[in-house]
Nanobody
Framework: QVQLVESGGGLVQAGGSLRLSCAVS???????MGWFRQAPGKEREFVAGIRSSGGGTQYADDVKGRFTISRDNAKNTVALQMNSLKPEDTAVYYCALDVDNTWMVLTYPSGYDYWGQGTQVTVSS
């Protein structure tokens, strides 16, 4: 059974940093991974994605230069380093796994097959 478990969320002041982590179990870790977020009353949106090799990444425009996605294939984990956080970054953050892709990073939720339970990130002004 495939499981994705996020950790690292919390409350931080604007301008601060948080590091989210996602641990994957139950399958080989050779797929595209993504981070999404969902704020209250809004649709789930793409934040960042990374290829299976870790050599290619993609970011949403509003997080470029502030967030960094990385992965450790030896540990089956993917991380999201979030710097210069803003109140508008407040959301539940989810990691996701795309079983069909090792190379193409999809930016829509329906492209991913497995999801974590989410971790809350709250940025105060």
């Amino acid at each position: 059974q495939v499981q994705l478990v996020e950790s690292g969320g919390g409350l931080v002041q604007a301008g601060g940093s948080l590091r989210l982590s996602c641990a994957v179990s139950g399958r080989t870790f050779n797929n595209v991974m993504g981070w999404f977020r969902q704020a209250p009353g809004k649709e789930r949106e793409f934040v960042a994605g990374i290829r299976s090799s870790g050599g290619g990444t993609q970011y949403a425009d509003d997080v470029k230069g502030r967030f960094t996605i990385s992965r450790d294939n030896a540990k089956n984990t993917v991380a999201l380093q979030m710097n210069s956080l803003k109140p508008e970054d407040t959301a539940v953050y989810y990691c996701a796994l795309d079983v069909d892709n090792t190379w193409m990073v999809l930016t829509y939720p329906s492209g991913y097959d497995y999801w974590g339970q989410g971790t809350q990130v709250t940025v105060s002004s």
